[in-house]
């Protein structure tokens, strides 16, 4: 897809949503751990499991037939179990991952290569990453050194066989530059326009995160679409006006006569 359209990626966590984006014309599905803060209610993503990554991808290619489906690998198989990455890896495939994303630090650049090795399909990302316990989150990049270690982490990424690559939280000229010298698409969020493509968590698009960041745009306040409708429903079942006799089914009277007298 590099140079021939722009890519469009959203996170998704359920059958719901999955169908939702697939009929809106969404290219790549990205099964991300954010799940873990955006709906399974833990205060980090490094508390997600790879039993939560499975579950949450199983659900996602159920109701979806067009979208390509990237998983996340989650903390506990990168950091806490990563002498079996492959096997982690190779169940999220199983699960119905078409590719999956490793964050890419120094910890992290011989796993990727274990991974395509073993030819595993791999979505690198590099930046801001979520799993490293030692950056802030904050714009990658800005300083010369960090902007050459990102530069090296794109290039061993593409050598080591990843097959795309996100770019989150980066300067967009520095984002730009990665993008015209790898091979490899480039998936931005936070890196600006010039890359092949972009991803966004679709709780941030959608209205359901606390705000709207600077890297993402508010395309619609479903958060208070639904909030509404959560509230109507709650009003009307409490004060009797729902259900009524149109949301209702009778049996009928004579039926129910010899219902009775069994009785």
């Known amino acids: 897809m590099k140079n021939q359209k722009t890519i469009a990626m959203l996170t998704c966590y359920d059958a719901l949503t999955a169908k939702i984006a697939e009929d809106a014309g969404i ?20 508390e997600v ?11 996602v290619k159920r109701a979806n037939t067009k979208c390509k489906i ?14 079996n990455i492959v096997l982690s890896a190779k169940k999220l495939l199983e699960a119905g991952a078409d590719m999956v994303k490793l964050e890419i630090e120094k910890e992290t650049q011989e796993l990727l290569k274990t ?4 030819g595993i399909p ?19 990049g800005k300083d010369a050194v960090r902007a050459r ?26 984002a730009r530059y990665i993008s015209e010298i790898l091979k490899i698409p480039t ?23 606390e705000k709207t960041y600077k890297h993402s745009h508010l395309f619609a306040d479903a ?37 009775l007298c069994r009785k």
């Open 27 to 46: 290219d790549y599905l990205l099964v991300g751990d954010s799940a873990g803060t955006n709906v399974l209610g833990y205060k980090s993503v490094n």
């Open 149 to 174: 270690k990102l530069v090296e982490f794109a290039k061993t990424s593409q050598l080591y066989g990843a097959q795309m690559l996100v770019l989150e939280l980066i300067p967009a000229n520095l």
């Open 70 to 83: 990237i998983v996340d690998l989650p903390f506990e198989a990168v950091y806490e179990n990563s002498e």
């Open 223 to 259: 958060k208070s679409a639904l909030s509404a409708a959560f509230s109507d429903y709650a009003t009307q079942v409490k004060s009797g006006e729902f259900p009524t006799e149109a949301n209702s089914t009778l049996v009928d009277d004579e039926i129910l006569f010899h219902t």
């Open 187 to 209: 998936i931005g969020i936070g890196a600006g326009q010039f890359c092949d493509g972009q991803v966004q968590v679709w709780c941030d698009i959608a209205g359901f995160s």
């Open 115 to 118: 991974l395509t090795e073993a």
């Open 49 to 59: 499991k790879l039993d939560d990554m499975i579950f949450l991808t199983k659900s």
């Open 122 to 140: 791999v979505c690198a990302h590099i930046g801001y990453t979520p799993q490293t316990s030692y950056l802030e989150v904050s714009v990658q």
